[in-house]
Structure formats: C-alpha cells, structure tokens
C-alpha cells in the first residue's frame, strides 16, 4: 500500500525557514515523482515543487525559486521540502503526492498526482 505522510509545518514568522518532510513507503519501484503542493484558504490547489526520483530532475514554481528546494534521503524513503525566506503568502497546507510513474507531464498536472498525503499546515505571519 502507497503511504505518503507529511511533517514540520507550524507557524514562522516571515522572513524565517521550515523545512518538511514526505516519509514514503509502499512503492514498487523508484520510477516516480514525488511533489509538493498547497493549497491556501479560499484558493485553488497548485503545484510547489517536484522532483523525479529516476533522475533526481526539479521543478519549482516561478513563486517559490531561489527560496525553496526539494532535497531527499533515499535511504529514509524521504523527500523534504526546505522553504526559506518564507512570506505570509506561503500560508498554506502543504501536501506531498505522487504519480506512480504515470504522469504524462512534466511537471506532472495535478490530477496526475494519484495518491496524497493527509496535509500539514504553515502559518506564516507578518
């Protein structure tokens, strides 16, 4: 069975750093992409970041380059998102997704995500 869980948000006072974590478990094999995404009140979802666990590829959103990066831990079966310089706009829950390596899409679209983890909350004040 495919788990994702996610850890680390709380709350941070803009201009400060979080750095969360994606514990993966359950998958068949390393052809995949592991993403994170948010969603904040009142707003669609969107993509973050992700990266391509064959080839290690990323991609980031044009609102969080140069602040965040996606670093990962084979060996824990974990993917990080490291988020600095954060801004109340990043307020948000933070989820981590993954395609199964069946994306057609780089970055993968959103409905291409088929499993997701249960979320966990940033807060970041002014």
């Known amino acids: 069975e495919v788990q994702l869980v996610e850890s680390g948000g709380g709350l941070v006072q803009a201009g400060g750093s979080l750095r969360l974590s994606c514990s993966t478990s359950?998958?068949?094999?390393?052809?995949?992409?592991i993403g994170w995404l948010r969603q904040a009140p009142g707003k669609a979802r969107e993509g973050v970041s992700c990266i391509s666990m064959i080839d290690r590829s990323t991609y980031y959103a044009d609102s969080v380059k140069g602040r965040f990066t996606i670093p990962s831990n084979a060996a824990k079966n974990t993917v990080y998102l490291q988020m600095n310089s954060l801004k109340p706009e990043d307020t948000a829950t933070y989820y981590c997704?993954?395609?199964?390596?069946?994306?057609?899409?780089?970055?993968?679209?959103?409905?291409?995500?088929?499993?997701w983890g249960q979320g966990t909350p940033v807060i970041v004040s002014s």
């Open positions: 359950g998958f068949a094999s390393d052809a995949h992409v």
């Open positions: 997704a993954t395609d199964l390596g069946r994306s057609h899409s780089w970055p993968p679209e959103l409905r291409e995500y088929g499993y």
